[in-house]
């Protein structure tokens, strides 16, 4: 099946610096992809939505400044956590839809990103 | 928007053990998956199913759509079965966007 990528696995960060994230489609363009935030024991919750070539929609509650997401090609989504604060840890998922015409169901999730902001 | 709620929120199996997990979700979907999360956070795909029965080995899936709930169906439990199970329905107001249920840990004891 197909394969998403996400770098890094897991990053380690200080209180105010800024941490990229990427998600990458290995074997399909993504004209879609998603990105999750999930804290420990809780559920997966949509942050936003990238599209290749326009500018991100986010979901209500998600600071746009805050999370900077570009989708400058169909192989490669970027999440940038701006000015990081121990809150923002969490992890990350992405996901990435082919588009073109794949079923509802050909949707394929990243490894996630393990952030912890100190 | 969408309320998708799943339980029991935790399940403990013996090794061979049956279950079943439920999700109910409060209005008309166009996608409903299930999902499986390992340890360490990917998550699995395991049935796409928006309506009707599934299976696939040991687990099967099935969603009344017109009642608004499907159940996962986890029989002969192995150990390699542990981890959290979420529900996820797609929005009917944005395509491709999931809501997620808070999940099912389950846990098979050897």
């Known amino acids: 099946g197909a394969v998403v990528s996400q770098h890094p696995s897991w990053v380690i960060c200080k209180s105010g610096t800024s941490v990229k994230i990427e998600c990458r489609s290995l074997?399909?363009?993504?004209?879609?992809m998603f990105w999750y935030r999930q804290f420990p024991k809780q559920s997966l919750m949509l942050m936003a939505t990238s599209n290749e070539g326009s500018k991100a929609t986010y979901e209500q509650g998600v600071e746009k400044d805050k999370f900077l997401i570009n989708h400058a090609s169909l192989t490669l989504s970027t999440l940038t956590v701006t000015s990081a604060h121990p809150e923002d840890s969490s992890f990350y998922i992405c996901?990435?839809?082919?588009?073109?015409?794949?079923?509802?169901?050909?949707?394929?999730f990243g490894p996630g990103t393990r952030l912890l902001v100190l | 928007g969408i309320q998708v709620e799943q339980s029991p929120p935790d399940l403990i199996l013996q090794e061979g053990a049956n279950s079943t997990l439920r999700c109910n979700f409060s209005d008309s979907v166009n996608n409903l998956q299930w999902f499986h999360q390992n340890p360490w956070g990917q998550l699995i795909n395991l049935f796409y199913i928006p309506s009707g029965t599934k299976q696939n080995g040991r687990l099967s899936a099935t969603t009344v759509a017109t009642e608004r709930y499907s159940l996962l169906y986890i029989s002969s439990s192995q150990t390699t079965d542990s981890g959290v199970y979420f529900c996820a329905v797609e929005r009917t107001d944005s395509w491709g966007k999931f809501q997620f249920g808070a999940g099912t840990q389950v846990v098979v004891t050897p």
């Open positions: 074997d399909f363009q993504a004209t879609t």
């Open positions: 996901s990435a839809h082919p588009g073109g015409g794949g079923g509802r169901e050909t949707q394929y």
